[in-house]
């Protein structure tokens, strides 16, 4: 499997090569890349989006544009949406997990 180094201000992130997103170019990457992997955790736990919203206290709406990568999303919505699929905050950003 290919790996690929994204460094994002600072912030190093092992990306899949499976995830088939390999422009690395633009800011809107880590929001794309962090969209997927809470898209990855949530189905994982068989949620849907409005139960995830339910229990971090968000919107349905603001978690699906999330999902999408449309929201700069706030270090303190990552911390609700991490507590409320039970991970720790470090490993919401571990993007090394293919998404099927």
């Known amino acids: 499997m290919t790996q690929t180094l994204l460094i994002v201000r600072g912030l190093n992130v092992i990306i899949s090569g499976s995830i ?17 992997r809470v ?6 736990q068989g949620l849907s989006q409005e139960q995830l919203a339910l229990k971090c206290g968000l919107d349905r709406t603001y978690i699906g544009a999330v999902e999408r990568g449309e929201r700069n999303i706030s270090i303190l919505n990552i911390e609700k949406i991490a507590h409320a699929l039970d991970v720790p905050l470090k490993d919401i950003f571990d993007f090394t997990d293919s998404e099927s």
Do not use: A, Q, Y
């Open 20 to 36: 088939g997103i390999m422009n690395m170019r633009t800011d809107n990457d880590i929001r794309i890349f962090f969209g997927h």
């Open 39 to 44: 898209r990855l955790l949530r189905k994982h």
